[in-house]
C-alpha cells in the first residue's frame, strides 16, 4: 500500500513538473528584430522626404508629394491593423511606399537637370503620376477604414499591375 501512495505521489509530482516546464516554454517572447531587411517605409519616406527638400524642387510640387506622402503614412497603419487587408494589399502598399513612389516617380524627376524640371510638360506628367497614386491611396484607404473585405483582394492586385512594373 505504501508503494501505491508513493508511486502515486511521484506519478503527480512528474506530471506537476512536466507540466509547469511546458507552459513556462510556451511564454511568448519577442521576436528578434531581422536588420538585414533594411529601413521600413516610413523610414524611406522619411528620406524621401528629406532628399526632395535637399534638392531644391518647386514648392508646389512639394506640397503635393508631401500629401501623399503623410496620406501614405496614414495608411500603413490602417492596412497592417486589418486582418482582411494583409497580405498582397499591405505588401503593394509598402511597396508604393518603398519603391515606386520613390523610385520611378521622384527621384528620376529631382535627377533632372533645372530646365528639365521647369518643363511644363514634364511637370505635368509629374503631377499626373502624384495624382494618380493619390486617388488609388485615398479609394484603398476609404475601402480599409469601411472593411471592404471583398475589394481588397481585388484593389491589391489592380496597384500591382498598374504601379509594380519592376518584375520583382
Known amino acids: 500500500m505504501e508503494f501505491g501512495i508513493i508511486f502515486i505521489a511521484i506519478l503527480i509530482a512528474s506530471v506537476a513538473v512536466f507540466v509547469f516546464y511546458k507552459m513556462k516554454a510556451k511564454k511568448p517572447e519577442a521576436e528578434p528584430v531581422d536588420e538585414s531587411v533594411g529601413p521600413g517605409p516610413v523610414e524611406d519616406l522619411l528620406s524621401l522626404n528629406l532628399d526632395m527638400r535637399k534638392s531644391m524642387m518647386a514648392a ?28 498582397e494589399l499591405t505588401w503593394t502598399v509598402n511597396r508604393i511606399a518603398s519603391e515606386y513612389l520613390p523610385n520611378k516617380c521622384v527621384y528620376p524627376f529631382i535627377k533632372l537637370d533645372k530646365n528639365s524640371q521647369s518643363d511644363a510638360g514634364i511637370v505635368a506628367s509629374y503631377t499626373d503620376s502624384i495624382g494618380a497614386l493619390k486617388d488609388e491611396l485615398v479609394a484603398v484607404k476609404a475601402m480599409v477604414v469601411s472593411r471592404d473585405v471583398q475589394q481588397f483582394s481585388a484593389k491589391a492586385k489592380f496597384l500591382k499591375n498598374r504601379f509594380d512594373n519592376t518584375g520583382s
Do not use: F, M
Open 60 to 87: 508646389s510640387l512639394v506640397e503635393i508629394t508631401e500629401e501623399l506622402i503623410d496620406l501614405i503614412v496614414d495608411l500603413l497603419p490602417l492596412v497592417r491593423e486589418q486582418a482582411s487587408a494583409s497580405g
